[in-house]
């Protein structure tokens, strides 16, 4: 049974231009949450999404950030127009049923955005 | 505010030696779960332990096991003969009865042969 998948692993990115990240979860999870770790710090968390749904994005920026979680294919974090601050590791988890209940959230590998 | 506190940014510890890393929650909720994630080198997180609220039973996972104290707000891990993998950050981490899990800011472990 395959872990949490991310792709790309590196990203290197000039201001300005646009970062898509992927995740594919676990076989059989539903539930997609994505954090960002900056550079010496734990992580923060940005969104949680169901198949075609956005369920809390208390965590992800008003501005260029967006995700999606459609019914076929992986999650995709979006990030427009990327500033340095962007720079990054992205890490996205999945869980087969909510985690506010029983379910841990297993991670995947994280990818790693630099923006120069 | 629900936070994590982890008050020792670094630790090291002898091969073979025991060592206890610090965790401490401000929480207002009664249900709720707490983890430990190892963040080697590579990066990847890893799920170390987990505890829920309304155990009173300590977990323990091999050389690892927690010493939750729900009163005082407190989630320490206790590493066993230490090993020369066992090298890495150690991320506490909790979930209230929501979807979102709320991380410290991590103790990096050195260990020395």
């Known amino acids: 049974n395959a872990g949490v998948m991310q792709n790309p692993r590196h990203l290197v990115r000039r201001r300005g231009q646009e970062a898509r990240l992927r995740c594919s979860p676990m076989k059989g999870h539903s539930h997609v949450y994505w954090y960002r770790q900056l550079p010496e710090e734990g992580l923060k968390f940005m969104v949680y999404?169901?198949?075609?749904?956005?369920?809390?994005e208390s965590g992800m920026p008003k501005e260029r950030f967006s995700a999606e979680f459609p019914k076929e294919g992986p999650s995709i974090l979006r990030i427009q127009q990327v500033v340095r601050g962007d720079s990054a590791a992205y890490f996205c988890a999945s869980s087969l049923s909510p985690s506010g209940g029983l379910d841990t959230q297993y991670f995947g590998p994280g990818t790693r955005l630099t923006v120069l | 505010a629900q936070t994590v506190t982890q008050s020792q940014p670094e630790m090291s510890v002898q091969e073979a030696e025991t060592v206890t890393l610090s965790c401490t929650y401000d929480?207002?909720?009664?249900?709720?779960?707490l983890f430990w994630y190892k963040q080697p080198p590579s990066r990847q997180m890893i799920l170390v332990i987990r505890q829920e609220a309304y155990k009173q039973q300590n977990a323990t996972e091999n050389r690892f096991s927690v010493n939750f104290q729900k009163a005082a707000k407190s989630f320490s891990l206790k590493i066993s003969d230490s090993q020369l993998g066992d090298a890495a950050m150690y991320f506490c981490?909790?979930?209230?009865?929501?979807?979102?899990?709320?991380f410290g800011t991590g103790t990096r472990l050195q260990v020395f042969p």
């Open positions: 929480t207002s909720e009664s249900d709720y779960y």
């Open positions: 981490a909790y979930i209230p009865n929501t979807d979102k899990l709320i």
């Open positions: 999404l169901q198949k075609e749904n956005i369920i809390d």
